[in-house]
T-cell receptor, first 109, second 115 residues
Framework: GQNIDQPTEMTATEGAIVQINCTYQ??????LFWYQQHAGEAPTFLSY??LDGLEEKGRFSSFLSRSKGYSYLLLKELQMKDSASYLC??????????WGAGTKLIIKP | GAVVSQHPSRVICKSGTSVKIECRSL??????MFWYRQFPKQSLMLMAT?????????EQGVEKDKFLINHASLTLSTLTVTSAHPEDSSFYIC???????????FGNGTRLTVT
C-alpha cells in the first residue's frame, strides 16, 4: 500500500531552525512535493525534489533520499507566520499525489 | 508563479439547492485539474481528477451524480454540488498542473455551508 509518515505536531521557537521529517512508501516514485497550509486556507507549493540531495530556496530547504524513502523540510530563521501545517506529498508511478495528514508546526515567541 | 482562481470563496445555500464552483488556471494551460474536499482538522481528500474534454475520474465513495464536474477547456473546470445537504458542508479546493510532474497549484478554496 501507499503510506506517508510525518509527525502530527511540532513546536519551535521564533528565530530557530526546525526539521520536519517524512517517510513514504509508494507504488513507484516520480518526485516529492512539500506544501504549506495555513489554517482555513488552501495549500501553497514550497518545493519539489526528484533527485537525491538538498534543494535550497531561501529560508526553506528540502532533502530527498529515494533509497531510504525519506525526505525532510528544513525551515530556518523561523517567523510567527511559519505557523502552519506542512504536507509531504510524493508522486507515485501514475503521477498521482499521495497526501499525508501533514505536520502542524507551532511557533512560539 | 502559476495562478489558479476559484470562485466563489464562500457560499451559503439551503438544503436541496445546487451550487456551482469555478476553477480557472489564469496563466497556464492545465492538462489536469483536481477537486479536493477538506473537513476541519482532516487531510485533503481527493474527490475527482478531471482532464480537459473527457469525463472526470471519481475516487471511491464520491458520487458522480451528486458532484458534477465539467472540464470545458484547458483553463476552466467546474464542480456542481447538486441537491446539497448539510453533510456536504466542507472546504472544497481545486488544483491544476501543467503536466504530470509539475507542481499542483491550488485555488483559494470554497467554503460551502448548507443550512
Amino acid at each position: 500500500g501507499q503510506n506517508i509518515d510525518q509527525p502530527t505536531e511540532m513546536t519551535a521557537t521564533e528565530g530557530a531552525i526546525v526539521q520536519i521529517n517524512c517517510t513514504y512508501q509508494t507504488s513507484g516514485f516520480n518526485g516529492l512535493f512539500w506544501y504549506q497550509q495555513h489554517a482555513g486556507e488552501a495549500p501553497t507549493f514550497l518545493s519539489y525534489n526528484v533527485l537525491d540531495g538538498l534543494e535550497e530556496k531561501g529560508r526553506f530547504s528540502s532533502f530527498l533520499s529515494r533509497s531510504k524513502g525519506y525526505s525532510y523540510l528544513l525551515l530556518k530563521e523561523l517567523q510567527m507566520k511559519d505557523s502552519a501545517s506542512y504536507l509531504c506529498a510524493p508522486l507515485d508511478s501514475n503521477y498521482q499525489l499521495i497526501w499525508g495528514a501533514g505536520t502542524k508546526l507551532i511557533i512560539k515567541p | 508563479g502559476a495562478v489558479v482562481s476559484q470562485h466563489p470563496s464562500r457560499v451559503i445555500c439551503k438544503s436541496g439547492t445546487s451550487v456551482k464552483i469555478e476553477c480557472r488556471s489564469l496563466d497556464f494551460q492545465a492538462t489536469t485539474m483536481f477537486w479536493y474536499r477538506q473537513f476541519p482538522k482532516q487531510s485533503l481528500m481527493l474527490m475527482a481528477t478531471s482532464n480537459e474534454g473527457s469525463k472526470a475520474t471519481y475516487e471511491q465513495g464520491v458520487e458522480k451524480d451528486k458532484f458534477l464536474i465539467n472540464h470545458a477547456s484547458l483553463t476552466l473546470s467546474t464542480l456542481t454540488v447538486t441537491s446539497a445537504h448539510p453533510e456536504d458542508s466542507s472546504f472544497y479546493i481545486c488544483s491544476a498542473r501543467r503536466q504530470e510532474n509539475s507542481p499542483l497549484h491550488f485555488g483559494n478554496g470554497t467554503r460551502l455551508t448548507v443550512t
